[in-house]
């Protein structure tokens, strides 16, 4: 028997409650694989609702393992392995987002019956609060943080979540009531979701990303798509490709782009030598007076006035926060400027298209840090950029071999063993008036345990060498 403890009541629900997904307390049994911050957000929610759970792991010491024990639960777990004993008498499946539903026990698992739910799909069941769902390669986290600043600024009582930060489970016990979520979600968390009704979502950008889980790009795609599955109103990126053949069906669909198209509702123009944000043929503000800097963060500020439109939020607030709201740390962050030139710390460009983004976006002539785990991208796709932006590119990491086969022929391309050899070898390349970019569009995991470490040993690299001049 499961013990409870002290919890709080489920709260109201317009979408049914727990029993829209099937599961009913007593008599559902939820298997839960993975037991990093979501899975161990998934159990709390489960256990105190009364709902059976047991837990597997094919990690013997699992990131939350310590935080499971200290909560005195006798929940059943299989750690170091799945083994195919602990699927016994389970109804449900809840598979954490770093788990591939292609591993074996797991598939075998879904073949047999057991029905896969999702902590989205909890989520979704548990609140009555509007959702903005917000998903693409890159971005997310930044358009995510700023719709949350914009809400705030506009007197709503609004959290965010998902993907970002605090999972999306936990956002329901946090006391006081919530008119609006906003939810960063991942492909991952998509492609295992069913029960999805948000009130506005968009997806950014795609490009080649977590390949090594995907297979293929088209596969990947409709992943993300699935946000747009059950939606009222549809942001869609006219500037991307793929993402603006994602039309609304009988859905409301609202479009921005910095390119020149028909009919976007947010975009960019120019008047008397100066670019404005626009909404439809009004212009709201310069665009320089927007506080993030590179043209990526252009289009990630049409997107998030974007959604808060279609949520409601006054043009007034969300223009007030464009003028003072400093984008995230590690994404295009200036660290310091040393003999005339300029470090710039875009570590949580773990992929191609970020790193793309991060030199599209700036002046000048830049040096390039790159390389990490490229989760099988084809980096092919950032010559061209390189040729025309980059005066050198240096490279570390476990894929550094293979960057540099591709990119040796459009500029100056370097090796090294690691990031404070990086830091070094760029100081001596980079002319006045030049960027050192630290934008790795790769994974971090071979050297670091994630992008923030990453960003901070780069930071405390180039301060180290500012305090050594």
């Known amino acids: 028997m499961i013990q409870t403890g002290n919890t709080q009541a489920p709260q109201e629900t317009v979408h049914g409650g727990l029993s829209v997904l099937g599961i009913i307390p007593g008599v559902s049994v939820v298997i839960v ?59 449900h499946l809840v598979v954490s987002p770093g788990v591939s539903l292609e591993t074996r026990e797991i598939r075998r698992a879904l073949n047999l019956g057991l029905q896969l739910v999702s902590d989205i ?5 548990s609140t009555s609060g509007k959702v903005i769902g917000i998903t693409g390669s890159n971005g997310k986290s930044t358009v995510t943080t700023l719709l949350g600043v914009m809400a705030k600024e506009d007197g709503r009582k609004v959290k965010i979540g998902g993907n970002l930060g605090v999972p999306a489970l936990d956002l329901l016990d946090q006391g006081e009531p919530t008119e609006l979520y906003v939810l960063e979600l991942s492909s991952f968390q998509l492609e295992r979701t069913s029960f999805l009704h948000t009130d506005t979502a968009t997806v950014l950008n795609i490009s080649p990303d977590h390949m090594d889980r995907h297979g293929d790009l088209e596969t990947y795609a ?34 921005f782009g910095l390119k020149e198209h028909q009919q976007l509702d947010f975009s960019v123009e120019q008047r008397d030598g ?33 959604l ?16 003072v709201f400093p984008g995230l740390p590690h994404r295009m962050q200036s660290v310091a400027t040393i003999d005339g030139v300029d470090w710039v710390n875009d570590s949580k460009a773990t992929n191609i298209g970020a ?5 599209e976006g700036l002046p000048g002539r830049t040096v390039l840090i790159a390389g990490g785990d490229g989760k099988g991208a084809d980096f092919n796709a950032l010559k061209t950029v390189v040729r025309e932006q980059a005066r050198a590119v240096v490279l570390f990491g476990k894929d550094a071999g293979l960057l540099y086969s591709i990119l040796q022929s459009e500029t100056q391309t370097l ?16 002319r006045p008036g030049d960027t050192v970019l630290l934008s790795p569009a790769c994974a971090s995991l071979d050297q670091f345990t994630d992008y923030q470490a990453r960003g901070r040993f780069f930071e405390e690299s180039v301060r180290g060498m500012m305090h050594a001049h």
């Not at 439109?309 to 926060?321: E, F, I, Q, R």
């Open 33 to 91: 694989i993975g037991l990093g911050i979501t899975g161990f957000s998934v159990i709390r929610f489960l256990v105190s609702r009364g709902v059976e759970v047991t837990v597997a792991d094919d990690r013997e010491h699992p990131p939350c393992l310590s935080r499971l024990n200290e909560l005195g639960w006798d929940i059943p777990r299989a750690l170091g392995g799945y083994d195919a004993q602990a699927f016994n008498g389970t109804t």
């Open 121 to 125: 799909d909890l989520f979704m069941s």
């Open 222 to 255: 409709r992943a993300k798509q699935r946000i747009f599955s059950k939606c009222r109103v549809v942001v869609i990126n006219q500037d991307d490709p793929l993402v603006a053949s994602m039309d609304g069906q009988d859905q409301e669909v609202l479009r």
């Open 274 to 306: 100066t670019e404005w944000i626009m909404y439809r043929k009004n212009p709201q503000m310069p665009a320089d007076s927007v506080r993030m800097r590179g043209r990526h963060n252009l289009s990630n500020t049409l997107a998030a006035l974007a």
């Open 308 to 323: 808060g439109h279609a949520a409601g939020l006054s043009m007034a607030s969300m223009l007030k926060v464009l003028r």
């Open 355 to 359: 790193c793309i983004a991060a030199l």
């Open 415 to 430: 090796r090294v063993e690691n990031l404070g050899q990086a830091v070094e070898t760029s100081a001596h390349l980079a």
